[in-house]
């Protein structure tokens, strides 16, 4: 009953042609309603298809892949009792939530681990793999500019909060034994 009203509430901004806020905002939001992290599907749509929207490929089997999260043609059954149609998969956030959704399916069958991933790819063991692999390279990239972006903040505010060094030496002055206090 929860994913027809989520898959409800993207299907509508799809139709009305509209892209809620950011990317970056639907990876949080279908991150949070499937309970997935947020990084981990922005780095399945980076090795997917570069953050391309209208990407598509065909595949050898004849099925296709379609958008920012590369959801294949052959989903398209299953979803169908959502009301999930082809065009809703060129929404970039409708796109998210329903390979969120797809990756909250693996991670129920197989656990939370980079299983889940490759599942999402291909049940085929070397190819799962092979893509689950890729997928870590970037969730771990990500992971350390993420670090690095926090830890240049904290110095940036550490910086701000400290007077400047010249205002916390002692001045120069004859003081009370009239001599010059050199450091």
């Not at 950011?22 to 309603?33: I, L, N, P, W």
């Not at 981990?40 to 980076?46: D, M, P, V």
């Not at 959801?71 to 009792?81: A, F, Q, T, V, Y």
Request: aromatic letters at 10%; hydrophobic letters at 40%.
């Amino acid at each position: 009953i929860f994913a027809p009203l989520v898959f409800a509430v993207f299907a509508t901004a799809a139709q009305a042609g509209q892209q809620p806020r950011t990317m970056m905002d639907c990876f949080h939001e279908a991150g949070k309603m499937y309970k997935v992290p947020p990084m981990l599907l922005q780095s399945i749509a980076w090795v997917e298809s570069r953050y391309d929207k209208n990407a598509e490929n065909y595949n050898t089997n004849g099925s296709v892949d379609m958008g920012v999260m590369q959801i294949n043609s052959l989903w398209l059954e299953p979803l169908s009792e959502y009301g999930v149609e082809t065009k809703h998969l060129y929404n970039a956030c409708y796109n998210i939530s329903v390979a969120a959704w797809i990756l909250r399916k693996q991670i129920n069958e197989v656990g939370y681990n980079w299983q889940a991933v490759a599942h999402y790819h291909s049940r085929t063991p070397e190819r799962g793999e092979n893509y689950a692999r890729k997928v870590a390279r970037v969730y771990f990239a990500l992971k350390r500019q993420q670090t690095e972006r926090q830890e240049a903040a904290l110095a940036r505010q550490r910086a701000r909060r400290q007077p400047p060094l010249g205002s916390v030496l002692p001045r120069r002055s004859a003081g009370i034994l009239g001599g010059d206090l050199s450091f």
